[in-house]
């Protein structure tokens, strides 16, 4: 599949929202055994993404690249951790496009999964500002984006994750591709999609994206991020301005109508915040690798830990619920 299936179902809108493919789609949809009272799917995204790293951020960068270009900047200039998947991607498709990618960096805590990964940024041709703490980069941030001016290139300034509303339609995408498959009947209509929630773009998309393709599967986001707002009330705002972003850029639908209460987010999962594992984490990850599902303890194994534990207490019934494996690393 190399076009977007939102393009398929909103024709108005193919040259006002471009989209480039960068991975193979579909992405997989597989029955998980994890012992669950639940019957258990996985969509599994970690092989998403051609070039160099994988992963639910290059499903964001496929609409965001395009509207860097469509916008004439030449630069993005954006945050994360200093593990961010989502600077590692954005540089590594960026270059591959030919847009450069300037990065502020805020501490988060080390271990050696972290520390490959700052590595792998400073390979990859981004240029990186550490400004360590949310505020210093707030701080920042205006003398960064003059200093890019200057530097006679006009950035595109990305919040966290990419999770802006072009951001979100990567998301809306993979839910059209998931109702795809459950039309093809490659799985069940799924009660539950599971997702780890960083900064929302995700969730909000699979949100809106499953109400337009006409699935009744309730988003269920285990926050993992203590550093933004991401209650439900936030998550189904975004849904709502990516609503505006299709409508405005031509797409004519009847409106969702999407409400708080339609989404579920949790933080109980969470732990001491960004980054820090917890012992559920750490099970989950390891229950996950015995049934060679490979996952980390930022994002997805609290996700998994937060299924297992639901699914525990009879929140799925008997489901079907859906895993959403986010983490796409490579070699
Ligand atoms: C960024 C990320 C997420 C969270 O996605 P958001 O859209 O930022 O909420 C989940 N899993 C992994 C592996 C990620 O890198």
């Known amino acids: 599949m190399t076009g977007a299936l939102l393009h398929e179902r909103f024709p108005e809108v193919a040259d006002a929202l471009p989209f480039v493919r960068l991975g ?9 055994d994890l012992g669950t009272t639940a019957e258990l799917w996985c969509k599994d995204e970690s092989g998403y993404g051609d070039g160099g790293w994988g992963g639910n951020k290059v499903r964001k960068l496929e609409w965001l690249l395009p509207e860097a270009r469509r916008r004439g900047a030449r630069t993005i200039l954006t945050v994360g951790g200093t593990g961010t998947n989502w600077g590692l991607a954005t540089a590594l498709y960026g270059r591959a496009h030919g847009i450069e990618t300037a990065l502020a960096l805020v501490d988060q805590p080390v271990d050696d999964h972290v520390r490959a990964q700052l590595r792998r940024l400073e390979n990859s041709g981004a240029t990186l500002y550490f400004t360590h703490s949310k505020l210093r980069t707030i701080l920042a941030a205006p003398w960064l984006y003059l200093r890019r001016i200057s530097a006679g ?14 951001g979100a339609l990567g998301y809306v995408e993979a839910a059209c591709e998931l109702a795809t498959q459950v039309a093809a009947g490659e799985l069940p209509e799924p009660r539950h999609i599971v997702t780890a929630v960083g900064s929302g ?16 599967t309730r988003v269920v986001g285990v926050v993992v991020n203590d550093a933004l707002p991401l209650d ?19 797409a004519r639908f009847a409106p969702t109508g999407l409400r708080p209460e339609d989404v579920t987010m949790t933080t109980d999962w969470l732990g001491p915040g960004y980054g820090h594992t917890t012992p559920a984490a750490r099970e989950a990850e390891q229950r996950a690798a015995q049934a060679g599902l490979h996952l980390e303890t930022v994002y997805t194994a609290k996700a998994l830990a937060a299924l297992l534990s639901l699914d525990q207490a009879g929140v799925f019934g008997a489901g079907p619920v859906l895993f959403l494996n986010t983490y796409g690393p490579r070699p």
């Open 201 to 216: 773009g995700t969730a909000a998309g699979l949100a809106l994206g499953l109400r337009l393709a006409g699935l009744r």
């Open 24 to 32: 193979t789609a579909p992405t997989p949809v597989r029955r998980c």
């Open 232 to 250: 439900a009330q936030h998550i189904v705002r975004l849904a709502g301005r990516t609503e505006r972003l299709l409508r405005a850029r031509g």
């Open 153 to 166: 290139k006009r950035p595109y300034l990305l919040p966290a994750g990419g999770s802006s509303p072009v």
